[in-house]
């Protein structure tokens, strides 16, 4: 008797732990991480789940250690690893936007642009990155690994820092403003060739992916389902900003019909009463959970 397969996959730690385990949650997945071990326990006999940082990521994932695992764009290209990218996953620890890797330096700061920092310090947890920015655009400086705090390092540590942001809230706080932007970021589902390579480990990244990723379609999105007269249909028809074509059923009264369609949830308030103005009765809006394409 063959042993069963196992996908071997890497659970970010840190800033995205919580935002993926709740995506796996809405995916169907349930996924507990004990306070005193680094091997989560999920409900899917086929998958073996490691706590990692998602800045270690990439790294264990190109040297087979992982089949896969969840980390951002930025710490792919600052490990330089050869990882396979399955699926692009727009989802954070604060908003669902990318967040940016800055140039920052103090408000008062003589610094105007990327070249006034020739010859300076720069603090930063993505040397990398960093220093091949900085190359990019003709620049030499001491690049130096920040150990954390890094806001607080300019101007008496650092003449200028490189960090992450997502709503700029803390680099505000600090008084220090932003010279650059260096690469914008968002998570990514990576696996190494061997597995991906594997038609077992291959099917079986590719359906976690579709239903991660349906999860993340159905944000910010709800169903409306409505009742419409015939003469009513082709106005109703025009102010709905459908997802995709409007589902239209008969209803029992062969005047009526029943029309189904999903929107963006922020347009209901708005387009709920053109709707009843337009003839629509019965107008009943409805979580949506998973989209997929």
Same mark, same amino acid.
């Not at 990521?57 to 990218?85: F, H, K, P």
């Not at 291959?202 to 389902?225: P, Q, T």
């Given at each position: 008797?063959?042993?069963?397969?196992?996908?071997?996959?890497?659970? &970010?730690?840190?800033?995205?732990?919580?935002?993926?385990?709740?995506?796996?949650?809405?995916?169907?997945?349930?996924?507990?991480?004990?306070?005193?071990?680094?091997?989560?326990?999920?409900?899917?006999?086929?998958?073996?789940?490691?706590?990692?940082?998602?800045?270690?990521?990439?790294?264990?994932?190109?040297?087979?250690?992982?089949?896969?695992?969840?980390?951002?764009?930025?710490?792919?290209?600052?490990?330089?690893?050869?990882?396979?990218?399955?699926?692009?996953?727009?989802?954070?620890?604060?908003?669902?936007? &990318?967040?940016?890797?800055?140039?920052?330096?103090?408000?008062?700061?003589?610094?105007?642009?990327?070249?006034?920092?020739?010859?300076?310090?720069?603090?930063?947890?993505?040397?990398?990155?960093?220093?091949?920015?900085?190359?990019?655009?003709?620049?030499?400086?001491?690049?130096?690994?920040?150990?954390?705090?890094?806001?607080?390092?300019?101007?008496?540590?650092?003449?200028?820092?490189?960090?992450?942001?997502?709503?700029?809230?803390?680099?505000?706080?600090?008084?220090?403003?932003?010279?650059?932007?260096?690469?914008?970021?968002?998570?990514?589902?990576?696996?190494?060739?061997?597995?991906?390579?594997?038609?077992?480990?291959?099917?079986?990244?590719?359906?976690?992916?579709?239903?991660?990723?349906?999860?993340?379609?159905?944000?910010?999105?709800?169903?409306?389902?409505?009742?419409?007269?015939?003469?009513?249909?082709?106005?109703?028809?025009?102010?709905?900003?459908?997802?995709?074509?409007?589902?239209?059923?008969?209803?029992?009264? &062969?005047?009526?019909?029943?029309?189904?369609?999903?929107?963006?949830?922020?347009?209901?308030?708005?387009?709920? &009463?053109?709707?009843?103005?337009?003839?629509?009765?019965?107008?009943?809006?409805?979580?949506?959970?998973?989209?997929?394409?």
């Amino acid at each position: 008797m063959s042993e069963q397969p196992i996908l071997k996959f890497g659970i &970010p730690a840190g800033s995205l732990q919580n935002a993926t385990i709740e995506l796996f949650e809405r995916a169907g997945y349930h996924i507990h991480i004990s306070s005193r071990s680094y091997y989560p326990t999920i409900d899917d006999a086929e998958i073996e789940c490691l706590l990692i940082r998602a800045q270690e990521m990439a790294r264990y994932v190109e040297q087979e250690i992982l089949d896969a695992g969840i980390t951002g764009l930025d710490w792919i290209l600052e490990s330089n690893a050869e990882v396979v990218e399955v699926c692009e996953m727009t989802f954070s620890k604060v908003s669902r936007r &990318p967040v940016r890797w800055v140039l920052c330096v103090p408000e008062d700061s003589p610094v105007q642009a990327v070249r006034d920092l020739e010859g300076k310090r720069i603090a930063t947890e993505a040397v990398g990155l960093t220093t091949r920015f900085l190359a990019a655009h003709g620049v030499t400086a001491r690049v130096e690994f920040s150990w954390g705090a890094t806001e607080v390092k300019p101007p008496r540590l650092a003449d200028a820092i490189v960090e992450v942001t997502e709503t700029g809230s803390s680099l505000r706080a600090n008084n220090l403003r932003i010279v650059a932007e260096i690469l914008q970021s968002t998570p990514r589902l990576i696996a190494n060739a061997t597995a991906y390579a594997d038609p077992w480990k291959r099917e079986k990244l590719d359906n976690v992916a579709l239903m991660l990723k349906s999860c993340l379609n159905a944000e910010g999105r709800v169903g409306l389902m409505m009742n419409v007269h015939r003469d009513n249909l082709q106005r109703v028809l025009a102010l709905l900003p459908a997802l995709q074509n409007p589902t239209i059923s008969s209803l029992s009264n &062969p005047e009526w019909l029943d029309v189904n369609t999903i929107v963006e949830e922020s347009l209901v308030r708005s387009v709920a &009463p053109q709707l009843r103005a337009a003839g629509a009765r019965g107008i009943v809006e409805y979580a949506i959970n998973k989209i997929i394409d």
